[in-house]
């Protein structure tokens, strides 16, 4: 089935150690997002990109990178984690800008539960 | 930025019951969108409603533009509604951050 694909689903990582989550979406959207999730604060975006080779900050970017080579895949990183980088990340992605439109919108990936020790 | 604020921020609700969920936007928006998270954590886009009225079976979703809020319902509810509601709004076109509400948590009891 089409649609947005996330790994790993959980990590655990000790503080200090990195790592990379892979989005990989198969709808040829231009559009792809990186958003974290914590308990009481909805959703807040981190960066997003809207085409390939281009990324931008968003809300709240500091201690992650981002890179997308590839149309359909976009990475989220961590150079050096820290336990306020617990959350649980998703990827996004959309047709046209911020899912603007009739039958556009967002298309989530299932997750990565990530636990910072 | 857009401040969005959801009501209420817990229903529990009787199967077969109607209810509504609120959503009130800080500013005139371009972009609105209602999500819905089931109790699996996945997100699923269900309107995408800046201004007017739109439904989709039992679910349907209105927004008050000029007065700043947007209403979604849901009809006959069933157990598989359960789960949390977010708003997202945005109110400048060349701006990504689509600003998400905490959430309505919607619990369907059978």
């Known amino acids: 089935n089409a649609g947005v694909t996330q790994t790993p689903k959980f990590r655990v990582l000790k503080t200090g150690q990195s790592m990379t989550l892979l989005c990989a979406q198969d709808?040829?959207?231009?559009?792809m997002y990186w958003y974290r999730q914590d308990p009481g604060m909805g959703l807040r975006l981190i960066h997003y990109s809207v085409g390939e080779g281009t990324t931008a900050k968003g809300e709240v970017p500091d201690g992650y990178n981002v890179s997308r080579l590839k149309k359909q895949n976009f990475l989220l990183g961590l150079e050096s984690a820290a336990p306020s980088q617990t959350s649980v990340y998703f990827c996004?992605?959309?047709?046209?800008?911020?899912?603007?439109?009739?039958?556009?919108?967002?298309?989530f990936g299932s997750g990565t539960r990530l636990t910072v020790v | 930025g857009i401040q969005v604020e959801q009501s209420p921020p817990d229903l529990i609700l009787q199967e077969g019951a109607n209810s509504t969920l609120r959503c009130n936007f800080s500013d005139s928006v371009n972009n609105l969108q209602w999500f819905h998270q089931n109790p699996w954590g996945q997100l699923i886009n269900l309107f995408y409603i800046p201004s007017g009225t739109k439904q989709n079976g039992r679910l349907s979703a209105t927004t008050v533009a000029t007065e700043r809020y947007s209403l979604l319902y849901i009809s006959s509810s069933q157990t598989t509604d359960s789960g949390v509601y977010f708003c997202a709004a945005d109110s400048n076109f060349g701006n990504e951050k689509l600003t998400f509400g905490t959430g309505t948590r919607l619990t369907i009891i059978p």
């Open positions: 996004a992605s959309s047709y046209s800008r911020q899912g603007r439109g009739h039958n556009y919108g967002y298309t």
């Open positions: 709808m040829n959207h231009e559009y």
